[in-house]
């Protein structure tokens, strides 16, 4: 329950404890009333009681003014959007080795949903009020080709499958943006743009026909990149976009961690790591050295990848470990 929510709720309570308490005055001056008799003094004082209530009361349209706070917490997920629908060709997602949102049974979207539950327990379950922001999940690897981008954008499609949950998938590796490349888009005015001040949030968070899916790309490269990601502007978004909605998971997917400083300062405001790691190619020691980068705070989830041969990518097994 989020603060204001609580504060909505404190304020329920004691608007219900009041008037619990001038009904039970009503009912003492109504039994003292018949006690005494039909007096007139005693009758219009009983008139003035059902005419006027205690004082107390005018407390009440404080709660009726509180919900428009409410509104912002529980707003439609659309109105943050900037209207234009992304039409991602899901026939040839799927052809590519992704999941979709479709009815067909498939190796790959079975694996992450036992990749996805220790995810959303860490977001949603009891060990979220142990994290910082545990609906936010940054994606990564030790270097670039070990399947980030196909695991963060497998990740948000299966999370949008799930019955009360919302997705916003952000390309968060400005440097070396392939989101839109691997869903089959067009790129479009995103992060970048939004954190150089050219563009409003509501501009970037564009809607896909992948229900429950939102998208915000990379945007217009910056050779300032890598500081903005490290700004505070950043730091304030991950902040809105973590406690903004309630059943949202935000899954970004970053740039490297070796050999790219503002991953680990992303891992500030992130609750959650997902470090892919590719069979084959990622030592133990450079995989220590990645995951040293991280803050020491976040709860770090590994995937192997690329596991079995005849398989481009693909998922031989997931564990975690905070």
Known sequence: MSTIEKALQKQRELAEKQRALEEQALAEAGREARNVGSSPQISAAMESVVAAPPQPTPAQPSVAQRPPQRTVETAPEQETSNG???????????????????????????????IKRPLLNNAFGASAATLKNPNLIMVSSSFSGEGKTFTAINLAISMALEEDRNVLLVDADVVRPHVCQRLGITERPGLMDFLRGNTPITSIIHDTNIPKLKLVTAGTRHHHSSEM????????????????YSDRVVIFDTSPLLGASETNVLSQHAGQAVVVVEEGRTTHHQLEQALRLLDPDIATNLILNKSNAGRSEYYGYYYASS
Do not use: C, H
């Not at 060709?89 to 036992?114: C, M, W």
């Open 229 to 244: 990601l490290a700004s505070d502007k950043m730091k304030r978004l991950m902040q809105e976009l973590s406690t903004r």
């Open 84 to 114: 234009e629908l992304i039409a991602i060709d899901v026939a040839q997602l799927e052809a590519n080795g992704f999941i979709t949102p479709n009815e067909s049974f498939s190796k790959i979207k079975e694996e992450y949903r036992y």
